[in-house]
């Protein structure tokens, strides 16, 4: 879905390393999650927000931790990279106007942690 | 969390029609059941939503018994772009969000010319 951004598309680091995954969406959605995807796994939920002011963890939210910097942005940290954070992670959005509005996902960052 | 259970890949020759199947025995009162497809490559992407009976959109049909421990997408004369994988969920979306709409391992669907 284009109208959700996210920065970068690809991105290989070493173990140790501090990364930053952004997300931004130009749907005016306040709900925001982060997942990973992993070969055989699925999507697995890291961490979401309702708003600026809400952060919730998910399933699998060690390693990690995010800031909503505003409406539209939201970002995911790993603050010392280790080689099983490897994964395909996704930013979705979701509205609540009227009924069980739709996720709408970005097109995912591929992390590579050596 | 209800949690569902699809096959894990299909193949299809163009033309035809796709049905997937998804299990959700122990899905709750208020749960919704949702499908995507992803791409290589790509997030997924919604396709169709449904509570009960049957639901069709322009791309897909949902097929959902009364009991609503099974769904049913129905893919129409696939194509070779519609090789991806599917995923069935359930849950309550609008009552707080997406946290406890599980994905799972989704369906493998291969288009064969």
């Known amino acids: 879905d284009a109208d959700v951004t996210q920065t970068p598309r690809n991105r290989i680091t070493k173990t140790g390393k501090r990364i930053m995954l952004e997300c931004s969406q130009t749907?005016?959605?306040?709900?925001m999650y982060w997942y990973r995807q992993d070969p055989g796994l699925g999507l697995r939920l890291i961490y979401y927000?309702?708003?600026?002011?809400?952060?919730n963890k998910g399933e699998i939210s060690d390693g990690y931790s995010v800031s909503r910097q505003a409406q539209a942005k939201f970002s995911l940290s790993l603050e010392s990279a280790i080689p099983n954070q490897t994964a395909l992670y996704f930013c979705a959005t979701s509205g609540t106007q009227g009924g069980n509005q739709p996720q709408h996902f970005g097109d995912g960052t591929r992390l590579s942690i050596l | 969390l209800a949690k569902t259970t699809q096959p894990i890949s299909m193949d299809s020759y163009e033309g035809q029609e796709v049905n997937i199947t998804c299990s959700h025995n122990n899905i709750a009162t208020n749960d919704y059941i949702t499908w995507y497809q992803q791409f290589p490559s790509q997030g997924p992407r919604f396709i169709i939503q449904g509570y009960k009976t049957k639901v069709t959109n322009e791309v897909a049909s949902l097929f959902i018994p009364a009991d609503r421990k099974s769904s049913t997408l129905s893919l129409p004369r696939v194509s070779l772009s519609d090789t991806a994988v599917y995923y069935c969920l359930v849950g309550v979306p609008e009552r707080g969000g997406y946290q406890k709409v599980t994905f799972g391992t989704g369906t493998k669907l291969q288009v064969i010319p």
């Open positions: 749907k005016g959605h306040d709900r």
């Open positions: 927000s309702f708003d600026v002011k809400d952060i």
